[in-house]
């Protein structure tokens, strides 16, 4: 029983020698203090272990400065623990948009500050080589990229695409788009692409073909003293004739929308009708009639047998 208390007793003390080892341990990390730089967006966390001056921190994280950059507090203050140090940069920027070129000085701005500067407008589908809301540094060059929201129309197929093409022809070159010489567009390549703009390419083609098509016959009268007026007879049958007609067709889109007649020849030659017609006065006999009376007048309506009508008073 006494060996076991001794046994026990021993091992507390172990247990507190290295509980106690390992809180010196811990305070000895914590005892190490450490000062923040803030330079743009960039955070550098400087450990020290005595009081420092703004000078001896930066030469610490190897940091520079430049001419005109400015630090706060100063280069001669102190930091102590927990301290932050704010440096805020001096930039000579360059501005590149519609085909101009922007100096821009600025102290501690960002890239939307240099293009507000400039007098630059972006519009919702322009691009910046940027983002808008970085940090400038000495010697950056920004690049604005004017980009139109285009819809294209052509072969069949309808696209919404954004574009940095200035002109319909850039544009095409672009996109690798050939227009044929007979090709119609809805735009001239001269004309300026702005956003919403629609362009619309018809392919146009033509073609030559060559038909056979009807000649229709005519129809010629002849007279005959022995026939009664009044009647008739076909003495001869009319037939069509036909021709080769060569026309040049024109295509768009693949559908036809008008033809040109080029050349015709006569295959074979129509024959007219022909039909005689009687002149012999043929007697006429009263076939119908009727008596009228209208206010003391008496009319008469006579119907002869050629057909003829004719009206009496009386």
Same mark, same amino acid.
């Given at each position: 029983m006494k060996n076991r208390m001794m046994k026990f007793f021993s091992l507390m003390i172990v247990m507190v020698a290295v509980l106690a080892a390992l809180t010196g341990c811990k305070k000895s990390e914590t005892a190490t203090d450490s000062v923040k730089v803030e330079d743009g967006y960039v955070e550098t966390i400087v450990k020290m272990d005595h009081d420092m001056s703004v000078e001896e921190v930066l030469k610490e994280a190897e940091i520079t400065l430049g001419e005109k950059d400015e630090v706060t507090p100063a280069l001669n203050e102190t930091v102590k623990k927990d301290d932050t140090i704010s440096i805020v940069r001096y930039a000579n920027v360059t501005v590149k948009a519609d085909k101009k070129e922007y100096q821009v000085n600025a102290l501690g701005g960002r890239v939307k500050d240099a293009l507000k500067e400039a007098g630059i407008t972006l519009g919702k589908n322009d691009v910046v080589n940027h983002d808008e809301k970085a940090y400038l540094t000495e010697g950056m060059e920004l690049s604005v990229t004017r980009m139109s929201q285009v819809t294209f129309v052509a072969d069949g197929k309808t696209k919404n695409m954004l574009t940095e093409a200035e002109t319909v022809k850039d544009f095409l070159a672009d996109q690798n788009v050939k227009v044929g010489k007979d090709d119609r567009l809805s735009m001239k390549e001269s004309d300026k692409l702005t956003d919403g703009s629609k362009l619309v390419l018809k392919r146009v083609t033509y073609k030559e073909k060559t038909v056979t098509e009807s000649i229709p016959y005519s129809t010629s009268y002849r007279t005959n =003293? /022995?026939? #009664?007026?009044? &009647?008739?007879?076909?003495?001869?049958?009319? +037939?069509? @004739?036909?021709?080769? +007609?060569?026309? =040049? %067709?024109?295509?768009?889109?693949?559908? !036809? !929308?008008?033809?040109?007649?080029? /050349?015709?020849?006569?295959?074979? #030659?129509?024959? #007219?009708? $022909?039909? +005689? =017609? @009687? &002149?012999?006065?043929?007697?006429? %006999? $009263?076939?119908?009639?009727? !008596?009228? !009376?209208?206010? @003391? &007048?008496? %009319?008469?309506? %006579?119907?002869? /047998?050629? @057909? &003829?009508?004719?009206?009496?008073?009386?």
């Amino acid at each position: 029983m006494k060996n076991r208390m001794m046994k026990f007793f021993s091992l507390m003390i172990v247990m507190v020698a290295v509980l106690a080892a390992l809180t010196g341990c811990k305070k000895s990390e914590t005892a190490t203090d450490s000062v923040k730089v803030e330079d743009g967006y960039v955070e550098t966390i400087v450990k020290m272990d005595h009081d420092m001056s703004v000078e001896e921190v930066l030469k610490e994280a190897e940091i520079t400065l430049g001419e005109k950059d400015e630090v706060t507090p100063a280069l001669n203050e102190t930091v102590k623990k927990d301290d932050t140090i704010s440096i805020v940069r001096y930039a000579n920027v360059t501005v590149k948009a519609d085909k101009k070129e922007y100096q821009v000085n600025a102290l501690g701005g960002r890239v939307k500050d240099a293009l507000k500067e400039a007098g630059i407008t972006l519009g919702k589908n322009d691009v910046v080589n940027h983002d808008e809301k970085a940090y400038l540094t000495e010697g950056m060059e920004l690049s604005v990229t004017r980009m139109s929201q285009v819809t294209f129309v052509a072969d069949g197929k309808t696209k919404n695409m954004l574009t940095e093409a200035e002109t319909v022809k850039d544009f095409l070159a672009d996109q690798n788009v050939k227009v044929g010489k007979d090709d119609r567009l809805s735009m001239k390549e001269s004309d300026k692409l702005t956003d919403g703009s629609k362009l619309v390419l018809k392919r146009v083609t033509y073609k030559e073909k060559t038909v056979t098509e009807s000649i229709p016959y005519s129809t010629s009268y002849r007279t005959n =003293r /022995s026939m #009664n007026s009044g &009647t008739s007879r076909v003495t001869r049958s009319g +037939v069509n @004739g036909q021709k080769k +007609v060569k026309y =040049r %067709i024109c295509y768009v889109d693949g559908k !036809e !929308e008008s033809k040109k007649q080029i /050349s015709s020849s006569v295959i074979k #030659n129509p024959q #007219n009708r $022909v039909i +005689v =017609r @009687g &002149t012999k006065p043929s007697k006429r %006999i $009263v076939k119908k009639w009727k !008596e009228v !009376e209208c206010d @003391g &007048t008496v %009319i008469w309506h %006579i119907k002869y /047998s050629d @057909g &003829t009508t004719k009206i009496y008073y009386r």
